[in-house]
């Protein structure tokens, strides 16, 4: 059956990044992948967490929600900290985003990554991640510049979903497919090669060996790509 939108099963959906989205953050990315929009913001302060104090090092950490009409119904803003969902996906990005530091010994500060969706269609922690990585790169540049020490970021990461979908395994999924996949995961790399993490889950089928060697090949592929638009808005 044809994708929603026409695409092949090894194409992503359009993407754009826009470098310094947010001119007070010291480093900001707007992600578009697709219908999915996720503005992404790096802040320096100063401290770290207690667990950290006296260790000369810093932190990384991320934060992740959305907005309430993200989604084609009104959802309540989370005021009382973020639920279920939305914890279990800034865990993530603030895994994937660490692994993309060179080092942690940049002295007692913390780089926090704001990820708002905008509007969701599908694969908002994986544009999270993604553009939050430019985010961060910047915050880093920032760290750098100002206080002379040696720039702690290291290489680039990015994530992309894939799954399987009326038997055809598919990359970069909107919104449309991905509630209809039988396999649903969502794959985090560091260039230019190594796994982060992959998480994938049966929703409504199982899959076997060959078809998880097939999903991360067309994952690699995927990421391949988004690496070369990082590189090309980073100047890298």
């Known amino acids: 059956m044809p994708r929603p939108d026409g695409r092949a099963i090894d194409e992503l959906r359009p993407m754009v990044l826009e470098r310094g989205a947010n001119p007070y953050a010291e480093g900001s990315c707007l992600i578009r992948m697709g219908g999915t929009l996720v503005h992404c913001t790096a802040s320096v302060e100063q401290g770290v967490p207690g667990w950290k104090k006296g260790s000369g090092e810093g932190w990384v950490t991320a934060e992740y929600g959305m907005l309430p009409r993200a989604t084609h119904e009104r959802s309540n803003r989370e005021r009382n900290g973020p639920g279920g969902r939305s914890q279990e996906i800034q865990r993530l ?94 794959v985090v790399m560091l260039e230019p090669d190594q796994f982060v993490e992959v998480q994938g889950t049966g929703e409504h089928d199982t899959f076997t060996r060959g078809r998880l060697d097939e999903l991360l090949d067309l994952a690699q592929g995927g990421i391949a790509k988004l690496f070369a638009e990082q590189h090309r808005i980073l100047g890298r």
Do not use: H
């Not at 430019?134 to 290291?154: E, H, M, S, V, Y």
């Not at 055809?168 to 909107?174: N, Y």
């Open 93 to 186: 990005v603030g895994r994937s985003l660490r692994a993309a530091m060179a080092t942690m010994a940049f002295g007692e500060y913390t780089i926090k990554i704001d990820c708002d969706v905008l509007q969701a269609d599908g694969g908002t922690r994986c544009a999270s991640i993604t553009g939050g990585c430019i985010a961060l790169a910047d915050a880093c540049n920032w760290l750098a510049a100002r206080t002379g020490i040696q720039n702690p970021f290291g290489r680039l990461v990015a994530a992309i979903s894939v799954g399987i979908v009326d038997g055809e395994s598919r990359l970069d999924l909107a919104y449309l497919e991905d509630k209809e996949a039988g396999v649903d995961s969502n």
